[in-house]
């Protein structure tokens, strides 16, 4: 399945998808690999650290602090700094936090570990959507901002495979240096790759820059005429900002509580070796890839946000509330389930992000991306892989836990519903050009 390109009125042309996606998407997929690669590591890492199922699930959610406090933070640094420099000093230092994972000798620096992996990758959302909306209109967002989502499931399929081989022959110590490592790499990669913005590309047909910078000047136009609010206090007053704020707690409880616990959940069930654990929990994810093309497509092609991200949430949650219940006791039977439920599983995160642009002109657009990103990944990404932990430890099972993240997608579902998409008027923003 593939995104179609074509240039038409609303569509510059295709350079800057060649150019700028390819980029930004095995940026995000470095990041997001080395977020969820501890799900492969912990069943070696319990072992010998002595961690609890409860201390194993804290570890994976403690992340989401450091996360919370980087990604609101992200707004303000890209808007006065630049997403390009934000995201250099990013790469940076994730790739230093996550080589050092490997070292942490007990519970506490495993912990400390973490919080500053989160710290550091806390700006990449916000700061690629700041710079995202620079690139792309508004009527290519939903596809631009979908093609650099899939390096989430992109990134968690490989993670199982990889780390997989890597522990296979190895162990969690040299994993977590190995996986590090390209993070430094990409460094070099994205400050040569990234413009400061479309009048600094070379390599941009003249056309294509007048007819972006026309588009992005119509689009400022647009929403200076609505008179969108001017700071933080206008933009909570916005029920829309509260509805995809909780649904997007309840979609990453779901999604980031299976992304730690599943390769634990398939080792449990079944007698693989952690080789083949790895190759079969990547399935998901690769479902997932499928799912949000068809989603992110769909919602350009027909220009509807809400019910294409709030249906997946439903569907996906019902499916994981029943998987959660018929398939416990067989790691094959888990797999198809969780191969079913991650076709859906990621479809309602791109989505969210495009409907907030939609709604909020872009000096609010950023940072309401950053509350909402921000507490719903502390929310989703702390309690989730925690909940399964502490479930997991007092029932001896996956069946209770994975039935709960069920119901909360369903409700996440439902607040996305919820969400009124005509923009309403309020007191006028002065916009402003972002430093570089």
């Known amino acids: 399945m593939s995104i179609v390109m074509t240039e038409d009125k609303e569509d510059p042309g295709r350079t800057r998808w060649l150019h700028i996606i390819p980029i930004v998407f095995l940026l995000y997929t470095i990041a997001f690999f080395d977020r969820v690669n501890i799900g492969m590591a912990l069943p070696s890492m319990s072992k010998d650290l002595g961690l609890s199922p409860t201390q194993a699930g804290f570890v994976g959610g403690i992340f989401f602090w450091g996360y919370l406090i980087g990604f609101l933070a992200g707004g303000w640094l890209a808007l006065n700094f ?57 009527s290519e967002r939903g596809r631009a901002i979908g093609l650099w989502n899939l390096s989430l499931p992109f990134g968690a399929l490989l993670s199982g495979p990889i780390s997989g081989i890597v522990l296979t022959h190895t162990n969690w110590h040299v994993m977590f240096v190995l996986e590090g490592l390209p993070a430094w790499i990409w460094a070099g990669v994205w400050w040569r790759g990234i413009p400061a913005g479309p009048e600094q590309a070379g390599w941009l047909p003249l056309s294509e820059r007048t007819q972006l910078e026309a588009g992005l000047a119509t689009e400022r136009a647009a929403f200076a005429a609505a008179q969108a609010p001017s700071d933080w206090r206008g933009m909570l007053r916005q029920p829309a900002v509260w509805l995809l704020l909780g649904a997007t707690c309840f979609n990453n409880m779901t999604f980031y509580g299976i992304g730690l616990w599943l390769p634990s959940a398939i080792k449990a069930a079944s007698a693989l070796d952690i080789g ?48 959660s219940h018929v398939a416990t006791h067989s790691g094959i039977a888990q797999v198809v389930s969780f191969t079913l439920i991650g076709f859906f599983m990621f479809m309602t995160l791109p989505l969210i992000s495009t409907l907030v642009t939609d709604i909020l002109p872009r000096p609010l657009a950023v940072p309401a991306i950053g509350l909402i990103g921000g507490v719903g990944n502390l929310f989703g990404g702390f309690v989730g892989p925690l909940l399964i932990g502490y479930l997991k430890q007092t029932t001896g099972g996956f069946s209770l836990a994975f039935g709960l993240l069920g119901l909360f997608g369903v409700i996440g579902g439902l607040f996305v519903l919820g969400v009124r998409t005509t923009r309403r008027p309020v007191s006028r923003v002065a916009t402003r050009r972002p430093a570089q």
């Open 82 to 138: 630049g997403a390009k420099r934000t995201v250099l000093c990013c790469l940076l230092a994730w790739g230093l936090f996550s080589m050092a994972t490997g070292f942490a000798p007990d519970f506490r620096a495993l912990v400390i570990l973490r919080f500053f992996l989160g710290l550091a990758e806390g700006p990449l959302w916000t700061s690629l959507v700041a710079l995202l909306s620079q690139w792309f209109l508004k």
């Open 276 to 323: 083949r654990v790895g190759w079969l929990s990547a399935l998901p994810y690769l479902a997932a890839i499928a799912g949000v093309l068809l989603v992110t497509q769909s919602s350009d092609r027909r220009k509807e946000r809400r019910l294409h991200a709030a249906i997946p949430m439903i569907v996906g949650g019902l499916l994981l509330y029943v998987g």
